[in-house]
């Protein structure tokens, strides 16, 4: 089992920063592909960014491309998403996942953490 605790978000200007944490525990952690998903209020989960579990390999959503950087640290079993330029249609909850099997935009990962509040203002 893998169990995963997101930290970091908040409430940030358009045009602001923010870095997102997860915390990840398990001993097959480090063969598995972590990823990031948001969901707005109304709306379904949508991906957003996905990092192989040898760390070099990413892949991001068209309207985050540019702007966020997905990264993992082994050593500390984190895995980051830092957020810059945000925008109002940015503000979502955002969850980590990982999965055994290659996170793609299209398939959900099987494991989740609860989720981080992500507010941008106008």
């Known amino acids: 089992q893998v169990q995963l605790v997101e930290s970091g978000g908040g409430l940030v200007q358009a045009g602001g920063s923010l870095r997102l944490s997860c915390a990840a525990s398990g001993r097959t952690f480090r063969s598995y592909d972590m990823g990031w998903f948001r969901q707005a209020p109304g709306k379904e989960r949508e991906f957003v960014s996905a990092?192989?579990?040898?760390?070099?390999?990413?892949i991001y959503a068209d309207s985050v491309k540019g702007r966020f950087t997905i990264s993992r640290d082994m050593a500390k079993n984190m895995v980051y998403l830092q957020m810059d330029s945000l925008k109002p249609e940015d503000t979502a909850v955002y969850y980590c996942?990982?999965?055994?099997?290659?996170?793609?935009?299209?398939?959900?990962?099987?494991?989740w953490g609860q989720g981080t509040q992500v507010t941008v203002s106008s």
């Open positions: 996942a990982a999965d055994i099997r290659k996170i793609t935009p299209t398939v959900l990962p099987d494991y």
């Open positions: 990092i192989t579990w040898t760390g070099r390999s990413t």
